[in-house]
Nanobody
Framework: QVQLVESGGGLMQAGDSLRLSCAASGRTFSRYPMAWFRQVPGKEREFVAAIVGSGATTYYTDSVKGRFTISRDNAKNTVYLQMNSLKPEDTAVYYC??????????????????WGQGTQVTVSS
């Protein structure tokens, strides 16, 4: 059974830093991109960041560039999201996503076939 399990969410203040982790089990994702998305109530799940299998290339949505860093440790089958200079608008449930096929697209929820259960990040002003 394939599982992605996020951890590290919490209640933060603006300007704080937080690191999310996503541990995969059941199969290895080391050859394929993994990503973080986020969602607030009433809105669609939105892309935050992605990283290719080797870790050599990363992608970010504009609103987090320079503040968030995605990384992965393939030996641990784990992907991370380091979030610095947090803002209230970063408040959301953060989801880890993985896929098991080759594709050039990384920005859409339909690009991934495995999802974690989500972890809440709340940033107060």
């Amino acid at each position: 059974q394939v599982q992605l399990v996020e951890s590290g969410g919490g209640l933060m203040q603006a300007g704080d830093s937080l690191r999310l982790s996503c541990a995969a089990s059941g199969r290895t994702f080391s050859r394929y991109p993994m990503a973080w998305f986020r969602q607030v109530p009433g809105k669609e799940r939105e892309f935050v960041a992605a990283i290719v299998g080797s870790g050599a290339t990363t992608y970010y949505t504009d609103s987090v560039k320079g503040r968030f860093t995605i990384s992965r440790d393939n030996a641990k089958n784990t992907v991370y999201l380091q979030m610095n200079s947090l803002k209230p608008e970063d408040t959301a449930v953060y989801y880890c996503a993985g896929r098991t096929y080759f594709s050039s697209s990384v920005y859409y929820t339909t690009d991934y076939d495995y999802w974690g259960q989500g972890t809440q990040v709340t940033v107060s002003s």
